[in-house]
């Protein structure tokens, strides 16, 4: 079956840790997007890439970073710059205009 | 920059009732719209979507929404609820060409509760 897998479902950081959050798709989706969603706040966009080897900030960049070198994959990078890095992470793709389709989430939390 | 706004946070609701969720946009062109479901921690499931052409739109699981644009407005409407369709309900508004290629900007979504 096609879709959106992320890994890994649940992860723990320690202060002044970077940690990388994977995003794949087998749907042959050209754009990627991923968003942070946090309690009474619906989601934001944090990063978004429209094709390999481009990306763009979204509204919430700072304390992130992304990769997109394959056109499968969209990892996210949640480095010890962000100092509220408590969220669930949902990663998204679309293909010509279609609604975005998205994983099941990574939910990080700090130790 | 665009916004969406729904303005109830929970909404109870008993089973086998009608059922309106709200949904207010500001976008400066031709929106376009969706209403997504989550369950508790679980991804987003598109239940709707408008692009253009019919202002009544269908979805899956018996929802349907209406696109007003003088009230800038995408209300989320069904019959008849059922116990399973407690969930959280986020409305939407896409942002570059072809329905979002830029992202989407969400509201803060509604908390659905049905009463047996």
């Known amino acids: 079956d096609g879709g959106i897998t992320q890994s890994p479902k649940y992860l723990f950081r320690k202060e002044g840790q970077n940690v990388t959050l994977s995003c794949e798709q087998n749907l042959n989706h050209d754009a990627m997007y991923w968003y942070r969603q946090d309690p009474g706040q619906g989601l934001r966009l944090i990063y978004y890439?429209?094709?390999?080897?481009?990306?763009q900030k979204g509204d919430i960049a700072e304390g992130y970073s992304v990769s997109r070198e394959k056109k499968e994959s969209f990892p996210l990078t949640v480095t010890s710059a962000q100092k509220n890095p408590t969220a669930f992470y949902l990663c998204?793709?679309?293909?010509?205009?279609?609604?975005?389709?998205f994983g099941d989430g990574t939910r990080l939390s700090i130790l | 920059a665009q916004s969406v706004t729904q303005p109830d946070i929970h909404i109870t609701v008993s089973e086998g009732a009608s059922l309106e969720l709200r949904c207010n946009y500001s976008?400066?062109?031709?929106?376009?719209l969706f209403w997504y479901v989550q369950s508790p921690g679980q991804g987003l499931q598109l239940l709707l979507k408008?692009?253009?052409?019919?202002?009544l739109v269908q979805g899956i699981k018996g929802f349907e929404a209406e696109f007003k644009r003088s009230q800038s407005s995408f209300n989320l409407r069904k019959p008849s609820v059922h116990w399973s369709d407690a969930a959280e309900y986020f409305c939407a508004v896409g942002a570059g060409s072809g329905g979002g290629a830029d992202g989407l900007t969400f509201g803060k979504g509604t908390h659905l509760i049905i009463q047996p």
């Open positions: 976008y400066g062109a031709t929106p376009y």
């Open positions: 408008y692009f253009s052409g019919d202002t």
């Open positions: 998204a793709s679309t293909h010509r205009g279609q609604p975005q389709h």
């Open positions: 890439s429209q094709i390999v080897n481009d990306f």
